[in-house]
């Protein structure tokens, strides 16, 4: 597609509960990124692909979180057990090249915001 | 220290103002970077690329010191639609980095 694609749009979870997010990045575009943005503060990296490849999971919690890109389905952030930190809105970003390479800005999703109660 | 440095703000200018906002950036080896506005509760669009010393668009035109290692961006004749969040970016590592950014409002 032209537009990258993240559904839910919005998601409510009890505390303890899984949550699932899911991200189609435009055609065409062979990275994806996560970032979650806490109540408009700054946006923390989670992690990105290159196709179905983890590329960095530097910013990624050790526990409970976890993501896949597998061929021919949308991207997936998947957190398990929610707590009441998680509450926040997770933006899907895509990109044709790499960051670093010039002209590869990121495309966002319009976000999914999960708020955990 | 962060890889970038931005105003919070906000600023506030009245319509058909000129404003300036900076952003100071640590990492001498980035060679390019982006500005992106973030509407309240939306996902950030991409402004500007800013390759060599400079760009603009339109009203809009943002400017590159890498001496003093900071990127302007400048928003001429401001309109009420251009009341938002500007992100500064460096386009550098693996992963793009977003500061707060700096809040612009302006007013009727």
């Known amino acids: 597609g032209e537009e990258v694609a993240q559904t839910p749009k919005h998601l409510v979870r009890g505390e303890g509960q899984k949550a699932k997010l899911y991200c189609a990045p435009i055609?065409?575009?062979?990275?994806v990124f996560w970032y979650q943005q806490v109540l408009k503060n700054e946006f923390k990296f989670l992690i990105s692909?290159?196709?179905?490849?983890?590329?960095?999971e530097t910013g990624m919690p050790k526990e409970r979180f976890s993501a896949k890109c597998l061929p021919n389905s949308p991207c997936s952030l998947e957190i398990q057990a929610t707590k009441l930190e998680d509450s926040a809105v997770y933006f899907c970003?895509?990109?044709?090249?790499?960051?670093?390479?010039?002209?590869?800005?990121?495309?966002f999703g319009n976000g999914t915001r999960l708020t955990v109660t | 220290r962060k890889e970038v440095e931005q105003d919070p703000g906000p600023f506030n200018v009245p319509e058909g103002a000129t404003v300036a906002f900076n952003c100071t950036y640590s990492n001498s080896a980035s060679q390019s970077f982006f500005w992106y506005r973030q509407d309240c509760r939306k996902e950030p669009k991409l402004l500007m690329s800013?390759?060599?010393s400079g760009n603009e668009d339109g009203r809009f035109t943002a400017q590159l010191n890498r001496a003093s290692q900071y990127i302007s961006l400048l928003i001429r004749d401001s309109k009420l639609s251009d009341s938002a969040t500007y992100l500064c970016v460096p386009n550098s590592g693996y992963a793009l980095n977003f500061g707060k950014g700096t809040s612009l409002l302006v007013t009727p």
């Open positions: 692909f290159q196709n179905e490849n983890v590329f960095d």
């Open positions: 800013v390759y060599s």
């Open positions: 970003a895509s990109s044709q090249k790499g960051t670093g390479v010039n002209n590869s800005p990121l495309h």
């Open positions: 055609k065409g575009h062979s990275y």
